[in-house]
Structure formats: C-alpha cells, structure tokens
C-alpha cells in the first residue's frame, strides 16, 4: 500500500484525475468507444471518492450509460449496429458496469434493466444459434454468470434462464 497523498501516489493520482476530466469533455458521440470510456469515467468516480469531481462524473455516467443502453439496444434486444460481434462486445461492458453499480449500492434505471434483459435474451438465442459448431468461437460473449444469477435485473426469470443456457450450452 502506498500513500496517495505524496509521491508517486499523489502524482498517479492527480494523472488519473487529469485524464478522466480530459475524457469527459471529449467523449465519443455514440456507441461503443463510448460506452467504454463512460464506464472508465465511472470506475474512476467510484474509485476515487475523495476526487472533487467525483459526484458529478458518477451522476453524469450513469445517465450517459442509461441513454446508451436504450440507444444502443432495440426494444426487441438486438444491437442497433445489426452486428452480432458488436452485440455481445456492448453487452458484456454494460454487465460490467451494471456489476460496478450494484456492488455499490448504486444502479441503472428500470428501463435500462428492461432493455439489458432483452439484449442478454437475444445474445443467449445468438450463442445458441451462431457459436454451436466445432468451429464457433463462445469467446465472443463472456459474462459473469454468477453475477446475472444473482442480481435484479429486468426479467429475472429471463437473466436466470439466459444465464443457465449459456452456461449450459444446447
């Protein structure tokens, strides 16, 4: 453990604040690199309390990544870019900080959790249908199994259900 307050701690700390305020104000406009550097921002916000900061970047990505879910995803669950990689790609980020959200005690709307459910739907019926064969590659969509089993999100019965599928297989 090192001080964070003088020395090297200080100066990785005052550079991860620089770059984090650098890339709030320069974001991407949409989808993917997008989502990605929300979720940085908010890892940051939630890991750096003491950051001046801090409140406002949390509030900020947690709206910013709400918008994206809604935008990114269809109703019907399926990604707006029609690419099946993209999909399980988006959705394993916004897993990740649905994960960082509820572990703590924070979380994204009811609408988000709605469409997250259809999209880890649609991704289950994708890993059934793309990636069955000797040769399909399931390193596509990771995702915390444990973790879907465990939280409220959406369709329960849904994430439970996708969840043992995929861990299943067909």
Known sequence: QFD????????LTASVMKQTAWLADNLHTSRNHRTLELYDILLVAIGFPHFPPSAAWERF???????NILSDFRPDGGHCEQSTHYH??????????LRLLQENDRDFSDAAHERLAAALNFASAIDRLLFAGPFGDRRVFRVDLDFLRSTQV????????????L???F
């Open 88 to 97: 399980c790609i988006v959705l394993n980020n916004f897993i990740l900080a």
């Open 154 to 165: 959406g369709e329960l019965d849904i994430f439970k259900l996708n969840a043992q599928i």
């Open 61 to 67: 990505a947690i709206a910013a990544l709400n918008d």
């Open 167 to 169: 861990e299943d297989g």
């Open 4 to 11: 964070l307050q003088e020395g090297f701690g200080a100066k």
